[in-house]
């Protein structure tokens, strides 16, 4: 069982940045690929960003490319998304979800065995 518990949520203006944090329990973080997904109101849950286990590989949506950076310190057991030059758009509960592989990165929220409780994120325009 694994546990993820998402910080770092709040109110910034368009142009900003926040970092996301989430801390998984347990002692086998590192075997787990680990993605940030985002529910904006009326809308469905959609991924935002994914890394492999070891953190050698990332993937991300179309929409947050090249203004947000999903990182990961296994000795810390936590998992980063840096967002910058944030827009109206990124509004949304972020969630971050762990998925039990070595072997890839999933972009679809059923790839994920187990889901933090969501921190919000308000852009004000």
């Known amino acids: 069982q694994v546990q993820l518990v998402e910080s770092g949520g709040g109110l910034v203006q368009a142009g900003g940045s926040l970092r996301l944090s989430c801390t998984a329990s347990?002692?086998?973080?590192?075997?787990?690929?680990m993605g940030w997904f985002r529910q904006a109101p009326g809308k469905e849950r959609e991924f935002v960003a994914g890394?492999?286990?070891?953190?050698?590989?990332?993937v991300y949506a179309d929409s947050v490319k090249g203004r947000f950076t999903i990182s990961r310190d296994n000795a810390k057991n936590t998992v980063y998304l840096q967002m910058n030059s944030l827009n109206a758009e990124d509004t949304a509960v972020y969630y971050c979800?762990?998925?039990?592989?070595?072997?890839?990165?999933?972009?679809?929220?059923?790839?994920?065995?187990?889901w933090g409780q969501g921190t919000q994120v308000t852009v004000s325009s």
């Open positions: 347990g002692r086998t973080f590192s075997s787990y690929a």
């Open positions: 890394i492999s286990w070891m953190g050698g590989s990332t």
């Open positions: 979800a762990a998925m039990k592989t070595r072997q890839r990165i999933g972009r679809r929220q059923g790839e994920y065995d187990y």
